[in-house]
């Protein structure tokens, strides 16, 4: 290739990129007018529903949203048609006893940085027709971000203040924390230093839901002991948080809330790697090596690794 041609590489790819853009914002525009779009609460209404109830809480990310179509591997968990058709079914529901919730960028992305609301946009612009089908639209749903306070967000100055409400929700209770054996939420930090107690079930890191029977009859057992269960385990824990709900238990699909917290603590500007955790949505982040924790240890009452 010629020097000449070699010049002008990046000056296209730069026009590229800008047409990218362009495309993405006439569409989105485009969708915003001509498609329904359901009610969503903020993350500020969602935690004080939280803290001012005794509801559960069932969250939808992207990655529930791609599970239920099936339409992208995620990583950590496989396509399951039986777990597709819970997610599609507890979407829709309209559950007195448990929040379903789903990301407040699906409704504005004025609120977030220029990743999240290029993330977003994109979302909308590519993904969001396929799932038109299961959103129920004659009820509100909750910010699916309520645990994602910091990274995203363009104005980061409440951040602080959001976590501390947070905590709030386990303040001076037994909590029973299921988790991925790798997430290891609180573990290093002062997330939990106010509950009275800490228990944790140990699970796969990924394909949790291969050992879902179990471990709902496990967490269903110990529960009973607790003030209020705890749940990172991805599309798992959607469905074990609507699932225990349903059994009288108060279950809160809480993921990503230690990662944001870590990125909070360190004042990260983008997702960084967590030493010793589990960060999915990192390059690397996956390959992280277990660090000794004697109180981490003596907090596990149960591990759950086969059917």
């Known amino acids: 290739m010629k020097r000449c041609e070699l010049n002008r590489l990046p000056l296209q790819i730069n026009l590229m990129n800008i ?5 993405l914002t006439i569409r989105y525009r485009l969708f915003r007018l001509l498609l ?17 109830s005794n509801l559960s809480m069932a969250r ?20 399951d048609e039986r777990l597709s058709q819970r997610l599609r079914a507890i979407l829709s529901s309209n559950s007195a006893c448990c929040m379903i919730c789903i990301p407040f960028g699906l409704r504005s992305v004025k609120h977030l940085n220029a990743q999240g609301s290029f993330f977003w946009r ?9 799932y038109i089908p299961y959103l129920n639209y004659s009820r509100p749903y909750y910010d699916a971000c309520v645990t ?49 107690s800490i228990g944790r079930i140990i699970t796969l890191a990924q394909q949790a839901f291969t050992c879902y029977d179990a471990l709902l009859a496990e967490t269903r057992r110990l ?24 059994l009288g238990l108060r279950a809160l699909d809480i993921g990503h809330v230690d990662i944001e917290y870590e990125w909070f603590l360190q004042k990260a500007s983008k997702k960084v790697a967590i ?33």
């Not at 994109?122 to 396929?130: A, I, T």
């Not at 390059?283 to 109180?295: I, N, S, V």
Request: one cysteine or more.
């Open 148 to 196: 994602r306070p910091y990274i995203d967000w363009l104005d980061k100055s409440h951040s602080g203040s959001f976590f501390s409400r947070l905590k709030g929700l386990w303040q001076e209770k037994n909590i029973l924390i299921v988790e991925g054996e790798r997430s290891r939420l609180g573990v290093g930090n002062d997330l939990f230093s106010g509950a009275a």
């Open 275 to 307: 030493p010793g955790k589990y960060v999915n949505e990192v390059k690397g982040g996956d390959r992280q090596e277990d660090r000794a924790d004697q109180q981490y240890e003596q907090e596990i009452v149960s591990r759950i690794f086969t059917l």
């Open 36 to 52: 329904p779009f359901p009610k969503i609460h903020t993350n500020e209404e969602t935690l004080e529903k939280l803290l001012h």
């Open 223 to 246: 529960a009973e002991a607790y003030d209020l269960v705890l749940l990172a385990l991805g599309p798992t824990a959607t469905v074990l948080a609507y699932d225990l709900s349903q």
């Open 60 to 79: 939808f990310g992207d990655g529930e949203f791609h599970m239920i179509n099936q339409t992208e591997h995620l990583g950590f968990q496989n396509m």
């Open 19 to 23: 047409l990218r853009r362009c495309y």
């Open 122 to 130: 994109q979302f909308v612009v590519f993904h969001y027709r396929k």
